[in-house]
C-alpha cells in the first residue's frame, strides 16, 4: 500500500462526511492504494456514527473509536501503529487542511526521499493574539532548542516515511513536537513545504489557552530528553557535584575561620551557626546529594522502563 492518512478527531462530526469525499477524489484521482484511518479521541457528538457510516460504504476507512478523549497525542499514537503505507499522512478533521496539498506530499517523501515533511501554515487564518503571536513564539522557543529549521512545528497536515512513523513515539501532548522526535530517533531529512490553511468551517478549536503553558513545559522536557534523557546523571550528578562542593568549600571556610580566629587572634568562639555561611552551605551540601540521588534514581528507571500504551481502544471497524 502506498499511502495511509492517519486523522485524529474529537467532535467533529459536521466535517467528516465533507472531509472523506474530499480526500478520497484527491486520492483515487493520483491513483495510490491508500487506506484512510480515523482515530475517533472519545468523541460524545456523532461522529463515531459517521465514521462507522463512512467504514461501511468505503472499504479504504478503517475507524477506532477511543472509549473516551485521551488527546491528540494518543490518537496519532495509535494511528502510527496501525498505518500500513509506505508514505503516512496525518491532518486535521476540521477542515483548516486542504487534501489537493497531499500528493506534492508524498512526491517529497518519495522522489526525494525526505523522512518527515511538515506543513507551514505560512498564512494562517486563526486569531492573531491567541493563536499566531505565541504559536510564532513557540516555533521558535522549539527551533532554537531543537537546530530544526521549521516554521510551523505543530501544523496538523504531515507526511512521514512509515518507518518514521514507527520509530516515534508520541503521548501527552508530544504531537506538537513530532519533528523534534523524529530527529531524536535519528531521522534527520526533515523539510517543510507551505501549505494553505482554512479558517475552521464547523465547530471550534479543541485546544484553549492552557496549551502555551503545557508547550512550553513540554518544550522544556523535549529539550531536557534530547539532551540528556539517555543519561540523566550527566545532568543531575553534574549540578549536583557542583553544588556539593559549594558547600563543602564553605562549610570548611567557616570550620576553618573558627579555628584560625580561636587560636590566632583569641576571639571568644562564636557558634558556627551564627554565621549566615552556615546555612547556605548546608542547604548547598543536602541539595547536591538530592541532586545525586536524582540522578542515580533517573538512570535505574532509564534501564528498567518500558514503554507501555496509554489508551484503550474500545471499537474498531
Ligand atoms: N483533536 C483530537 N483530540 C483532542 C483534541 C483535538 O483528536 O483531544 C483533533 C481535532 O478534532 C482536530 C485536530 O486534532 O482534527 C486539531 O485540533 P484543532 O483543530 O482543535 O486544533 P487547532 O487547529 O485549533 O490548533
Ligand atoms: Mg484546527
Known amino acids: 500500500m502506498q499511502l495511509s492518512v492517519v486523522i485524529p478527531l474529537y467532535n467533529e462530526e459536521e466535517s467528516l462526511k465533507e472531509l472523506h469525499g474530499l480526500l478520497s477524489k484527491v486520492l483515487q484521482t493520483q491513483g495510490y492504494t491508500y487506506e484512510i484511518l480515523l482515530i475517533d479521541d472519545g468523541s460524545t457528538d456523532k461522529s463515531w456514527n459517521q465514521i462507522s457510516r463512512l467504514a461501511v460504504t468505503d472499504p479504504h476507512v478503517r475507524g477506532y473509536r477511543f472509549s473516551k478523549n485521551f488527546g491528540k497525542s494518543q490518537a496519532l499514537h495509535l494511528g502510527f501503529k496501525e498505518a ?3 508514505v503516512v499522512m496525518t491532518m486535521d478533521a476540521d477542515l483548516q487542511d486542504n487534501p489537493e496539498e497531499i500528493p506534492a506530499f508524498v512526491e517529497l517523501i518519495t522522489r526525494q526521499n525526505y523522512d518527515l515533511v511538515s ?3 505560512r498564512k494562517r487564518y486563526d486569531s492573531f493574539f491567541a493563536k499566531n503571536l505565541p504559536s510564532k513564539l513557540f516555533n521558535w ?6 537546530g530544526l529549521k521549521l516554521h510551523d512545528f505543530n501544523c ?5 516515511k512509515n518507518e518514521v512513523v514507527k520509530n516515534v513515539d508520541v503521548f501527552g501532548e508530544m504531537h506538537r513536537y513530532i519533528p523534534v522526535l523524529a530527529k531524536n530517533a535519528g531521522y534527520t ?4 513545504k507551505i501549505v494553505q490553511h482554512q479558517s475552521r468551517k464547523y465547530g471550534q478549536t479543541k485546544f484553549g489557552m492552557e496549551r502555551f503553558i503545557n508547550g512550553f513545559l513540554d518544550l522544556v522536557t523535549i529539550w531536557f530528553l534530547s539532551k540528556f534523557g ?3 546523571m550527566h545532568f543531575f550528578g553534574a549540578l549536583g557535584v557542583l553544588m556539593f562542593l559549594f558547600g563543602f568549600i564553605a562549610a570548611a571556610y567557616i570550620g576553618g575561620m573558627k579555628i584560625y580566629k580561636l587560636i590566632y587572634l583569641y576571639e571568644p568562639a562564636r557558634l558556627v551557626a551564627d554565621d549566615p555561611w552556615f546555612y547556605i552551605a548546608l542547604t548547598s551540601m543536602i541539595l ?6 536524582a540522578g542515580f534514581i533517573g538512570e535505574m528507571i532509564l534501564r528498567n522502563g518500558k514503554q507501555k500504551e496509554r489508551y484503550r481502544v474500545a471499537e474498531k471497524i
Open 84 to 86: 500500513c503505507g509506505e
Open 189 to 192: 531529512k526533515i523539510t517543510e
Open 288 to 293: 547536591g546529594v538530592q541532586f545525586f540521588l
Open 141 to 146: 522557543a522549539a527551533r532554537k532548542t531543537s
Open 230 to 232: 539517555k543519561r540523566p
Open 119 to 121: 506543513g507551514w501554515k
Open 156 to 160: 496538523g497536515i504531515k507526511a512521514y
